[in-house]
């Protein structure tokens, strides 16, 4: 776990990395899924929440009792990148007040005041959350897959 050292960018960069490795375990299920329906180059330039969206469907197709939590723990990693894209996408100022404040790119989305301890504690969230998907990914998927591929054949 992280601790928030008091450094904006630190945490940012933090959330930069830990989200890309999330974002990564979300394409190796994709990957994993291909057998069920390929993952072609077209779906790996979509969006994350795209991509977490088509592969909750495809694991509750599976119809595995071993993967009834993962294709919740799926869509619900939607409202992380959310909160990841409003810190990335956004424009971090510092004030002459010495308090940073974000400021999206979307209209009508006010200027907001933003911490380092947010920033560590979002880290720390998806830090967190990568065990719903590196677990199923090491037996559960490839045991599902294979036998939604036997029952389909």
């Not at 960069?13 to 979300?26: C, L, T």
């Not at 994709?30 to 088509?54: A, G, T």
């Not at 719903?132 to 389909?152: D, E, S, T």
Request: aromatic share 10%; glycine share 4%.
């Amino acid at each position: 776990m992280l601790k928030d050292d008091g450094d904006i960018v630190r945490g940012l960069g933090f959330v930069s990395m830990y989200s890309a490795w999330v974002e990564e375990d979300i394409d190796d299920i994709l990957r994993l899924l291909d057998p069920v329906e390929p993952f072609e180059v077209k779906q790996q330039r979509w969006p994350i929440s795209r991509k977490l969206d088509h592969a909750a469907k495809i694991v509750h197709s599976l119809e595995s009792n071993e993967l009834k939590n993962l294709p919740d723990a799926l869509k619900n990693a939607v409202t992380l990148f959310d909160r990841r894209n409003e810190v990335i996408h956004g424009r971090i100022y510092a004030s002459f007040e010495k308090v940073d404040y974000v400021q999206s790119g979307r209209p009508n989305v006010p200027t907001r005041q933003i911490t380092s301890a947010e920033l560590y504690e979002l880290a720390n969230d998806f830090w967190n959350y990568r065990g719903n998907f590196i677990g199923p990914q090491i037996f559960r998927l490839p045991r599902a897959i294979q036998k939604y591929v036997v029952k389909c054949s």
